[in-house]
C-alpha cells in the first residue's frame, strides 16, 4: 500500500485506519441466513467494517475483540509504548475459546460446508440447541450434529445410559459387556475381584472418552480411578471387564451402514533418537492442519500411564516401538483411526444394522471391541461397548456420505418457489399475464375454462 501511494502528510490514527480499510475493501457476498455485524470506526463516517456470520453475537465479539486489539497494537507502533499486558492470557486463544462457545459444533460446521458445497439449504432451527435445518418445507430435515428427526427418543434414552443399552444389546443375543454398577470404591473392589482383573471404569453417562479407564489391574488403581469416573457420574461408576482387541466405530445412517473406522490411542512410534517428549512435539507439528486429527495433550493421566509402563517423558523408545499415550483410542484424545469398511465381516455388518433398527435410530455409532474385524462376532472374542446416539462426523468425505443418505444424488431438498409480483397497471387492468418462463398455463375463467396451451416466453395472454 505505501510503496504505490505513500501519504504526503502524516495520517491521525483515523485516518491510518480508514486508509488500511480502503485498501482492503472488496465486494462482500451475503450469504443466506446470515447475520451482518457492522463497526464505525470512531466518529469517522468514511471507514465502516461489515463482518458476515451466521451467529450475530459471534460477529458483534470477533468484531469488538478485532478493533480492541489492532487498537493495541496501532498504539505501540505510534507512540513506541506496548499497551498489552504480556502477563495476560493470549488474547487470541481468548477470543478463539469464546467464539467455540458461540460456535455450533465442529461436527455441525463440516456439514454445513459439505450442504452448502451440494447448494443444500441450511437454517438456524436453534443456534442455542445446535439444531439446524437441511432442506426446505416437507423435504427439510432436521439436525444436531450428526443426528437427525428420525431418531427415536426411547433409542436416544437408551444410548445415552451405558447400561440400558448394554442390557439391550446382550436382550437381541450379540455380544455385549460384563459390568455392575458400583456406589462407592469398596463397593467397586468386589465386583471387579468377582468379574476379575483388568477391568474398566466408566461413567454411567458420558461421551468423548470422558471419566474412562481402562485396563486396570488391581485395587490401587481401580481406587484413583473409580474417584475420576464418579466426578462425572455421581450416580455410581461402571465396572466391566476388560475385553482385548481394537476398538472400532461402525456408523449406521438411514439403515446403511456408511463407514468402519479402526481408533487407536494417541501414540507415537520411536526411533532410537529422541524421546518421548520430543515424539510428542514432533508427531503435534505434523497434525496441524489435519481435520482429522487432533493435538496429543500432556496430563497427569498421560503421566500415569507412561509411569505404569515404567517409562517417562525423557525415554527414548527402540526404533519401531509404538508407545500409547492414552488408554482410550478416542480422536478427541489425540486418538487416530483407520478406514477398514472394506475388511468387515458380513456379520458384523448385520449386527450393526440389526443394532441400530432394535435401538430405533436413524443414526447411531457403535463401538466394537475385536482383535480381527474380518472374523465374525460369532467366532471371535469381541464385545459392543458402547452405542453412541451422535457418532462424530469429523471428515469432509463421511459427511457426504451422510447427507448422500438423506438427500441423493440430483435432490438438493429444495422445493419449487414461485415469486408473485404485481402486474403493470395496463397489463392488470386487461386481466392479462405475461409468461415469465413457463411452459403451460392452466387456471379455470368465465371464458376460458381449460387453457394449458404451449406459451413462449414474454407472450401476453
Request: contains cysteine.
Amino acid at each position: 500500500m505505501w510503496t504505490g501511494n505513500q501519504p504526503e502528510n502524516e495520517l491521525s490514527f483515523v485516518d491510518l485506519y480508514t486508509e488500511i480499510v480502503s485498501y482492503f475493501r472488496q465486494p462482500v457476498a451475503v450469504c443466506d441466513h446470515k447475520c451482518i455485524s457492522g463497526y464505525q470506526i470512531g466518529n469517522n463516517q468514511r471507514a465502516w467494517i461489515f463482518l458476515c456470520h451466521t451467529h450475530s453475537n459471534t460477529a458483534n465479539l470477533i468484531l469488538r475483540s478485532s478493533m480492541a486489539l489492532t487498537n493495541e497494537i496501532f498504539s505501540l507502533i505510534v507512540t513506541g509504548h506496548p499497551c498489552i499486558n504480556k502477563l495476560a492470557p493470549n488474547p487470541i486463544a481468548n477470543l478463539q475459546r469464546q467464539v467455540a462457545n458461540l460456535h455450533y459444533s465442529k461436527t455441525a460446521n463440516i456439514l454445513l460446508t459439505v450442504a452448502l458445497s451440494r447448494g443444500i439449504p441450511t437454517y438456524p432451527i436453534s443456534l442455542g440447541g445446535n439444531i439446524w435445518q437441511y432442506g426446505q418445507g416437507s423435504l427439510g430435515r432436521h439436525y444436531r450434529s450428526a443426528a437427525d428427526e428420525f431418531d427415536s427418543l426411547t433409542g436416544d434414552i437408551l444410548c445415552r445410559n451405558k447400561v440400558y443399552s448394554n442390557e439391550l444389546i446382550n436382550r437381541l443375543g450379540f455380544p455385549g459387556v460384563v459390568h455392575e454398577v458400583a456406589r462407592n470404591p469398596d463397593h467397586a473392589a468386589k465386583i471387579a475381584a468377582l468379574i476379575g482383573y483388568p477391568v474398566v471404569t466408566k461413567p454411567i453417562s458420558a461421551g468423548m472418552g470422558k471419566g474412562i479407564t481402562t485396563s486396570i489391574d488391581n485395587p490401587d488403581e481401580l481406587v484413583a480411578a473409580f474417584k475420576l469416573a464418579a466426578s462425572i457420574s455421581p450416580r455410581g461408576v461402571i465396572i466391566e471387564k476388560y475385553v482385548k482387541g481394537t476398538d472400532h466405530r461402525l456408523a449406521v445412517f438411514g439403515g446403511e451402514l456408511l463407514w468402519v473406522m479402526a481408533r487407536y490411542p494417541a501414540r507415537v512410534i520411536g526411533d532410537g533418537v529422541h524421546s518421548i517428549a520430543t515424539l510428542i512435539g514432533q508427531e503435534n507439528l505434523r497434525r496441524k492442519g489435519d481435520i482429522d486429527k487432533k493435538a496429543i495433550m500432556q496430563d497427569a493421566a498421560m503421566d500415569e500411564l507412561l509411569a505404569k509402563m515404567g517409562l517417562s517423558y525423557d525415554s527414548v523408545p527402540a526404533p519401531g516401538k509404538a508407545i500409547n499415550l492414552r488408554s482410550v483410542a478416542n480422536v478427541s484424545m489425540g486418538g487416530t483411526m483407520e478406514d477398514v469398511m472394506p475388511r468387515i465381516h458380513p456379520d458384523n455388518r448385520y449386527m450393526a444394522l440389526a443394532i441400530a433398527r432394535a435401538f430405533r435410530m436413524n443414526a447411531i455409532g457403535i463401538d466394537f471391541i475385536t482383535e480381527d474385524i474380518s472374523k465374525s462376532w460369532r467366532e471371535s472374542s469381541c464385545a459392543v461397548i458402547e452405542v453412541n446416539q451422535t457418532p462424530g462426523v469429523l471428515c469432509y468425505i463421511r459427511a457426504e456420505k451422510q447427507l448422500n443418505r438423506m438427500f441423493p444424488s440430483g435432490n438438493d431438498g429444495r422445493i419449487p418457489t414461485i415469486l408473485l409480483i404485481e402486474a403493470p397497471p395496463r397489463i392488470r387492468q386487461a386481466g392479462c399475464y405475461i409468461i415469465t418462463g413457463c411452459q403451460s398455463v392452466c387456471w379455470p375463467g368465465n371464458r376460458i375454462t381449460n387453457f394449458s396451451r404451449q406459451a413462449p416466453q414474454g407472450e401476453i395472454v
